[in-house]
């Protein structure tokens, strides 16, 4: 699975939209990217992931660059509870097998 | 439909003891794998098991196990632990079958070695 890298923490304040980085230069052809987040003391939560086309869900919506080096996450109107650490994975559409690599991720702090 | 459900969820023991967390995945679903999160080194997968067999393996020492039941709750035990084994263990439970699928974690198991 190819390395991201994101920045450690980004400050959003409330009702705006949060733009979160994440680079990942070494992706091959046949590798998404996924983002989860992990609010404080509670279990990983899927956000959204996609291939090489902009993504957009309930939650977020993903832009990834045309030479998929790079993506952002777009929370668009954040709240509080948005308040958590995201992570960017990189990953192959593997035959079988759910292993995630999760990097430091981006702490992201949601101020009112 | 009722989430994945990890026991206990907090689980003080102490060095050289051993000690098994339970995983009870989302109804349907046949995939668990289980992740050791700590401070320093961050999340990292431990295993996981599909129809009852480990398809996947992270890098852990042997002390580190699982077993998968045919109604697909998953345990992982660790034996003889270390101070360095207190961490917060979450599991994961995905349809699975081929290529991925989205994952939906437990609220972890704490468990502080003594």
């Known amino acids: 699975d190819a390395k991201t890298t994101q920045p450690p923490s980004m400050d959003c304040a409330e009702g705006r939209a949060a733009n979160l980085p994440c680079n990942h230069s070494?992706?091959?052809?046949?590798?998404?990217v996924y983002w989860y987040r992990q609010i404080h003391s509670q279990g990983p939560q899927y956000i959204i992931h996609?291939?090489?086309n902009n993504e957009t869900n309930e939650m977020a919506s993903l832009i990834i660059t045309e030479d998929r080096k790079s993506s952002t996450l777009i929370l668009p109107h954040a709240t509080l509870r948005d308040t958590a650490v995201y992570y960017c994975?990189?990953?192959?559409?593997?035959?079988?097998?759910?292993?995630?690599?999760f990097g430091e991720g981006t702490q992201l702090t949601v101020n009112p | 439909k009722a989430g994945v459900t990890q026991t206990p969820r907090y689980l003080i023991k102490t060095r050289g003891q051993q000690v098994t967390l339970s995983c009870s995945p989302i109804s349907g679903h046949r995939s668990v794998s289980w992740y050791q999160q700590t401070p320093g080194q961050g999340l990292q997968f431990l295993f996981e098991y599909f129809s009852e067999t480990q398809r996947n393996k992270g890098n852990f020492p042997g002390r580190f196990s699982g077993r998968q039941f045919s109604n697909s709750r998953s345990e992982m035990n660790v034996s003889t632990l270390e101070l360095g084994d207190s961490a917060l263990y979450l599991c994961a439970s995905s349809t699975g079958g081929q290529g991925w699928y989205e994952q939906y974690f437990g609220p972890g198991t704490r468990l502080t070695v003594t």
């Open positions: 070494t992706i091959s052809g046949n590798e998404y």
């Open positions: 996609g291939l090489k």
């Open positions: 994975i990189v990953r192959g559409y593997e035959t079988s097998g759910s292993r995630l690599t």
